[in-house]
């Protein structure tokens, strides 16, 4: 098991390098800078709370009558997973999901929330993912990358979103940018707490403790299936990908903010 750990990180490792090392983080410098960074990283935070769903909705019960689904320790794993993201402790002691704590961060520096505020609203009025996205005038590379989340759910294979949700999401954040966010956090007091205080939660639940349960999960799943672990690892990647494309779209819009010299 720990070989086909490996084989996924050989496969993944030349993605995960350029997503770390990604000239996004050397553009981020001020403020507005930010701004335009959660525009679209919000999106990786929204999605990630479906394919999580997804996740649980395939290794527990979630329908009425209750009848037992899978192995417990299984059971065990999503449900810790869901607890944390779905409800987890904001800055002032108050429940919040980590979308929603993403959201308030957004407010609180003046980032614009109204391409995901129409989203949902979209949906709650009952319009597929696509056409919402479509609707909402979500940019491209954003699009591209929800849409691909949900191609992923819509396979219904629990072992390729197990290798999406652990291998494309964690970590994907390099120590520059926390180190930047808490700078910037200095500088401008009272902008950025909040999303500081995500970035910290960040690091402390999902990049260790999740990261664990995720990978502990993955291999239940893919058991001794040889074609398991190949799905997984080539979904790792184009997740991967996925990524990649999502900050190439930050990147566009800051660098494209800087040319017009707007402040």
Not at 182 to 209: C, T, W
């Amino acid at each position: 098991m720990d070989t086909a750990f490996e084989k996924i990180r050989a496969a993944t490792g030349p993605y995960r390098r350029q997503i770390l090392e990604h000239p996004l983080y050397m553009n981020i410098n001020e403020p507005a800078d930010i701004k335009l960074f959660m525009q679209f990283h919000v999106f990786a935070v929204w999605d990630f709370m479906s394919l999580l769903k997804a996740l649980q909705n395939h290794l527990t019960c979630t329908r009425v009558p209750w009848v037992p689904v899978g192995d417990a320790d299984t059971r065990f794993l999503i449900n810790e997973i869901v607890v944390g993201e779905e409800s987890d402790v904001d800055e002032n002691g108050e429940r919040r999901s980590h979308f929603e704590m993403y959201l308030r961060a957004m407010e609180q520096c003046g980032a614009d929330t109204s391409q995901m505020q129409q989203l949902i609203g979209f949906l709650q009025s009952g319009s597929g993912v696509a056409s919402a996205l479509k609707m909402a005038g979500v940019a491209p590379e954003a699009e591209t990358f929800v849409n691909f989340t949900f191609g992923a759910i819509a396979q219904d294979k629990a072992h390729i979103l197990a290798a999406v949700f652990t291998f494309g999401r964690e970590d994907l954040i390099p120590g520059m940018f926390y180190a930047l966010v808490n700078e910037l956090n200095q500088r401008f007091p009272g902008m950025l707490s909040a999303f500081k205080y995500y970035l910290d939660r960040h690091i402390e639940v999902d990049g260790d403790h999740h990261s664990h349960l995720a990978l502990e999960m993955t291999a239940r799943l893919c058991g001794n299936d040889p074609l398991k672990w190949q799905e997984a690892s080539a979904m790792a990647v184009e997740s991967l990908k996925a990524r990649l494309t999502l900050w190439d779209g930050a990147l566009r819009a800051i660098c494209a903010h800087k040319t017009a010299g707007v402040h």
